[in-house]
C-alpha cells in the first residue's frame, strides 16, 4: 500500500512511502469433511488382520497456519461401546484394531471428529457404518442340548425316526454340513441321512427298549486348526407293538392237595409274563383229566376253577375223605392280541395215610425263603435219597398239640410220587427214609428239622379254632344225642315188654288146660322171640359177635419203619388194591362255566 504525506504550504510538499499491511488469521472457519460421507457404510471381511485400513477420512479447513492444522479421532461417547476395543485412528485413517466376529456383531457405528489447531479449536464430526462381511469359519451348533425321538419296534429299514436341527452363525453359507452318530449304537441300529434319524436294522423293544444317542454336527473349513464340534443327546424310546406270546414260568406245576381241605381254597399258582410292556393276561382251564380210586359223583365240570385275572385255581368241590389218585390240568394264558401259552398242572389228591408233615425250628419266612427257590434242598434232596419225586404242598406255622400257633416253627407239608406217577402212602416214605437214615440224618441237622410225622388236618378256621377241636365237639354232641334217643327205646321197649307180660299171664290163663303136655307147647310158643323185638334181632344176628381179638394190633411205633409196617398191612386192602380209572373233561374259554363232560356211569367203574 503507498501512503503519500502532504502539507499545506505554498508549496506543498509531500512524501510517500509504500507500507504492507498484513491481515493475521483469525480461527473462525470449520473443518470441511469431505469424505466420507453421513452414515456411510464400509464394508470390511471379519477374518482380516489387524491393521488393517477401513476407510480414510478427508477434510480441509480455509483458515490458515496453525488454524488449518488438522487432526482426527474416533469420538468414542458417540459410537458403539464395543468401538474402541475394534478400530483405531491412525492420522486420517481408521485401521482394525482388536480380531472382528460377524457372529458376534455384525455392525459397528463409528463417530469421527476432524479438530483445527486454532484456539479454541473448531471440528467437525461425521458418522460412518463399518459392516462385518462374513467368512465360513463358525461351525454349526445344536440349539437344544437333548432332544427325545420314538418309533415303533416294527418299523421297517429306512424309516425316518426324527430331523435333527443344527444351527449356523455364519450368513449364507454354502459349506456342507455332516452329522454322524459316534456313540450309544454300537449295533448300528440308526443311521444319520443328512439331519435325518433312520432306522438301520430291525429294531426288538424286548431286547433293547430305549437308545441314548450321541450325534456330532461338522463341517470342514480350510485352515480351521484343532475344530470343537458340537454333539446332541438323542433319546430314541422303542414303542412296544405286542408281537410276543405270553411265558409260563413253568412247564409243568406240581402240587398235593389234602381231600378234607374246605372247598374253595387256593390249590396252586400258575403265573406267566408278557416281554411286551404291561399288557392284560387272561387265564382259562382247558382240560382235565381225573385219576381217581371213587368216583366224583358231585362233579359237574372241572372240580376246579381259575381265576382269570391271577392264575390262582381253586378247588370248586367237597372230595370225598377217602379218595385219592391225581388231576391233570391243561392251563392257557393269552394277551390282549391273543397269543396263547399253555402249562400243565398236575394235583394229587392226598389223603392223611399219603402226606407227612416236616417240623423245621425255623420262622416261617425263613422256610418260605428257602422253599421258593427253584431248586429247593428239602425236596430236591428228599428225592435224591428216596427215588421217588417229592413235592412240597403246604408251608404253614407250626400247630401244636393243644391246636395253638407256635411262630418259632414250620410245618412243611410233603408228598412223595414214585415212578408210576402213584401217591405213595406214608408207611413208604419213610421205609425209604430209613434206608438212607444217614443221608436223611445230615439234611434234617441241615434244616434244623425237629419232627417229622404223618400229616393230621387240624386246619385253623378264621377265629383261631382248629378242626380238631370242632369234629371231637360234634363227636360229644352226638353220642349225647344217641344216648338220648336209647334211653327213651329203652323205656318204650321196658313198657312194651310189661304189657306183653301181662297179656301172657291173661293168655296162660284163659288157655290153661289139664293136660301137661299141652301147656308145654304153649309155654315154648308164648316165649319165642317176637319179630321186631330186640330179642328177635339178637337171636338171629349172633354172627355179629364174632370179633377179632387178634393181638397182632397191639405193636408200638417206636420206629418209622414199624409205623410203616402197621398202617401198609391195614391199608393195602383198601387203598393199593383198588383199580384206577380214568375221565377226560374238555373246555373251551366259551364254555368254561358249562363243560362237556361225559355221563357219570361212563366215568367211572367202582372197585
Do not use: C
Not at 482426527?72 to 472382528?100: C, H, Q, T, W
Not at 435325518?196 to 424286548?206: I, T
Not at 416236616?358 to 418260605?368: A, F, G, K, W, Y
Amino acid at each position: 500500500m503507498l501512503i503519500e504525506a502532504e502539507d499545506s504550504g505554498t508549496t506543498p510538499r509531500k512524501s510517500n512511502k509504500t507500507i504492507t499491511i498484513t491481515v493475521l488469521d483469525v480461527n473462525d472457519h470449520n473443518p470441511q469433511i469431505v469424505s466420507p460421507q453421513p452414515n456411510q457404510v464400509f464394508e470390511i471381511y471379519e477374518n482380516v488382520d489387524a491393521g488393517t485400513q477401513v476407510v480414510g477420512v478427508t477434510a480441509s479447513d480455509d483458515d490458515e497456519g496453525v488454524n488449518a492444522l488438522l487432526s482426527y479421532s474416533i469420538v468414542v461417547a458417540g459410537s458403539d461401546p464395543e468401538v474402541e476395543d475394534k478400530f483405531l485412528m491412525s492420522e486420517n485413517r481408521i485401521l482394525v484394531k482388536g480380531e472382528l466376529d460377524r457372529e458376534s456383531k455384525q455392525k459397528y457405528t463409528v463417530l469421527v471428529r476432524v479438530s483445527d489447531g486454532g484456539s479454541p479449536s473448531l471440528v467437525s464430526e461425521v458418522t460412518i457404518v463399518i459392516s462385518i462381511l462374513d467368512m465360513a469359519d463358525s461351525l454349526p451348533y445344536f440349539e437344544q442340548e437333548q432332544v427325545t425321538l420314538s418309533v415303533r419296534e416294527d418299523a421297517a429299514l429306512g424309516t425316518i425316526v426324527g430331523r435333527l436341527r443344527a444351527l449356523d452363525r455364519d450368513v449364507n453359507d454354502t459349506t456342507p454340513v455332516f452329522f454322524s452318530i459316534i456313540g450309544g449304537d454300537p449295533s448300528l441300529h440308526f443311521r444319520m441321512a443328512s439331519a435325518d434319524v433312520e432306522v438301520n436294522k430291525r429294531l426288538d423293544r424286548e431286547q433293547i427298549a430305549q437308545y441314548i444317542l450321541t450325534v456330532q454336527v461338522y463341517q470342514i473349513i480350510e485352515g480351521l486348526e484343532n475344530p470343537e464340534y458340537d454333539t446332541q443327546t438323542v433319546v430314541i424310546n422303542i414303542d412296544d407293538v405286542n408281537d410276543n406270546s405270553p411265558v409260563f414260568d413253568k412247564p409243568l406245576y406240581i402240587t398235593g392237595l389234602a381231600v378234607d381241605e374246605r372247598s374253595s381254597s387256593p390249590v396252586v399258582q400258575v403265573s406267566a409274563s408278557d416281554a411286551d410292556s404291561p399288557d392284560v393276561l387272561t387265564y382259562w382251564i382247558v382240560t382235565t383229566s381225573l385219576r381217581a380210586t371213587t368216583p366224583l359223583l358231585t362233579v359237574s365240570g372241572s372240580p376246579f376253577k381259575i381265576v382269570s385275572e391271577t392264575g390262582m385255581i381253586e378247588r370248586k368241590i367237597e372230595f370225598p375223605r377217602t379218595v385219592s389218585g391225581n388231576i391233570d390240568m391243561r392251563v392257557a394264558v393269552n394277551d390282549s392280541a391273543d397269543h396263547v401259552a399253555y402249562t400243565n398242572v398236575t394235583v394229587y389228591l392226598l389223603v392223611e395215610s399219603q402226606r407227612l408233615v416236616v417240623t423245621i425250628d425255623r420262622p416261617i419266612d425263613e422256610v418260605l425263603e428257602m422253599v421258593d427257590q427253584p431248586s429247593n434242598l428239602l425236596s430236591e434232596t428228599l428225592s435224591n435219597l428216596t427215588g421217588s419225586r417229592v413235592q412240597i404242598d403246604d408251608v404253614a406255622i407250626h400247630v401244636t398239640a393243644d391246636g395253638s400257633l407256635d411262630e418259632s416253627k414250620t410245618d412243611v407239608y410233603i408228598h412223595a410220587v414214585d415212578a408210576n406217577n402213584r401217591v405213595m402212602e406214608v408207611t413208604d416214605i419213610i421205609s425209604l427214609m430209613d434206608n438212607n437214615q444217614e443221608g436223611v440224618n445230615q439234611l434234617w441237622t441241615q434244616l434244623h428239622v425237629v419232627r417229622v410225622e404223618a400229616a393230621s388236618y387240624t386246619e385253623q378256621d378264621d377265629d383261631g379254632v382248629s378242626w380238631t377241636v370242632i369234629v371231637v365237639s360234634s363227636v360229644i354232641a352226638v353220642a349225647v344225642l344217641v344216648l338220648l334217643v336209647l334211653a327213651i327205646l329203652s323205656l318204650f321197649v321196658y313198657r312194651y315188654r310189661k304189657k306183653l307180660q301181662r297179656s301172657k299171664v291173661l293168655e296162660e290163663e284163659r288157655f290153661r288146660s289139664s293136660d301137661p303136655v299141652e301147656n308145654a307147647m304153649r309155654n315154648a310158643q308164648f316165649h319165642s322171640p317176637l319179630p321186631g323185638t330186640l330179642a328177635y334181632d339178637s337171636f338171629h344176628a349172633q354172627h355179629l359177635s364174632d370179633l377179632d381179638d387178634d393181638d397182632d394190633d397191639d405193636v408200638f411205633w417206636n420206629s418209622a419203619a414199624n409205623l410203616g409196617r402197621f398202617l401198609g398191612a391195614n391199608m393195602d386192602g383198601a387203598v393199593r388194591a383198588t383199580e384206577w380209572q380214568e375221565i377226560q373233561l374238555e373246555f373251551t374259554p366259551e364254555e368254561m362255566d358249562k363243560p362237556k363232560m361225559p355221563e357219570p356211569e361212563a366215568s367211572y367203574i367202582v372197585p
